[in-house]
């Protein structure tokens, strides 16, 4: 299994985010300054604010989210070639229709979806049950990561989960990565990624 975040890897959120907080929330940010994927910092909100912009984001902006390149093309060719990519995204589970539409939309109707506690700020198990605990990954045969959010390299890093890339975005672009002896990989292209996932896992 490979694991493959969905938001700001295969699919370009993060403009989406910065238009609606403009539009809808007064904030006056651009992709470049958002700084910490956690928009609590990068937007300026409170927590009653983020948490109302969490549920009308997913409630309206989730369909018209554009890929990001080459990801949807480089999935399909290791979906065809075994390789058993799977999306694995801290959406929360209320999002599972949309985001399977969007993947079916995309050419990849035929690949799993785990909605995975990545990050326990909005959405937990009280809230929703359905999410899959992080830990539950280590059942799974996972072989490679490919993620863009440090909080998740750090939980693959303290599982040791599995090699892993981490896909460079504004908010990562001076993250420092925990001490791990998992092999790891920065990239910004999915031919990158491709070429890696398949010397790594070969």
Same mark, same amino acid.
């Not at 045969?141 to 693959?156: K, S, W, Y």
């Given at each position: 299994?490979?694991?493959?975040?969905?938001?700001?890897?295969?699919?370009?959120?993060?403009?989406?985010?910065?238009?609606?907080?403009?539009?809808?929330?007064?904030?006056?940010?651009?992709?470049?300054?958002?700084?910490?994927?956690?928009?609590?910092?990068?937007?300026?909100?409170?927590?009653?604010?983020?948490?109302? #912009?969490? =549920?009308? *984001?997913? +409630?309206? $902006?989730? &369909?018209? /989210?554009?890929?990001? !390149?080459?990801?949807?093309?480089?999935?399909?060719?290791?979906?065809?070639?075994?390789?058993?990519?799977?999306?694995?995204?801290?959406?929360?589970?209320?999002?599972?229709?949309?985001?399977?539409?969007?993947?079916?939309?995309?050419?990849?109707?035929?690949?799993?979806?785990?909605?995975?506690?990545? #990050?326990? =700020?909005? *959405?937990? +198990?009280? $809230?929703? &049950?359905? /999410?899959?605990?992080? !830990?539950?990954?280590?059942?799974?045969?996972?072989?490679?990561?490919?993620?863009?959010?440090?909080?998740?390299?750090?939980?693959?890093?303290?599982?040791?989960?599995?090699?892993?890339?981490?896909?460079?975005?504004?908010?990562?672009?001076?993250?420092?990565?925990?001490?791990?002896?998992?092999?790891? #990989?920065?990239?910004?292209?999915?031919?990158?990624?491709?070429?890696?996932?398949?010397?790594?896992?070969?």
């Amino acid at each position: 299994m490979i694991y493959v975040d969905l938001d700001d890897v295969a699919c370009e959120t993060c403009d989406r985010l910065a238009d609606f907080a403009r539009l809808h929330f007064d904030r006056d940010v651009t992709v470049e300054s958002m700084f910490d994927y956690d928009l609590r910092k990068s937007f300026s909100f409170d927590e009653e604010t983020y948490r109302s #912009y969490m =549920k009308r *984001f997913h +409630a309206t $902006e989730l &369909p018209g /989210i554009p890929e990001t !390149p080459d990801a949807c093309r480089v999935i399909r060719n290791w979906a065809e070639d075994g390789l058993d990519p799977v999306i694995v995204t801290g959406r929360p589970t209320y999002s599972n229709a949309t985001t399977l539409d969007w993947l079916a939309d995309h050419g990849l109707g035929a690949i799993r979806v785990l909605h995975v506690d990545k #990050y326990a =700020k909005l *959405f937990n +198990a009280a $809230e929703d &049950p359905l /999410i899959t605990p992080f !830990p539950a990954l280590l059942e799974m045969d996972v072989r490679f990561a490919v993620e863009d959010a440090p909080n998740a390299i750090r939980m693959i890093c303290e599982t040791h989960l599995c090699p892993f890339a981490l896909f460079t975005r504004p908010w990562n672009r001076n993250y420092t990565l925990p001490q791990t002896d998992l092999p790891h #990989y920065r990239a910004d292209r999915w031919n990158e990624i491709d070429v890696i996932v398949r010397t790594t896992i070969s």
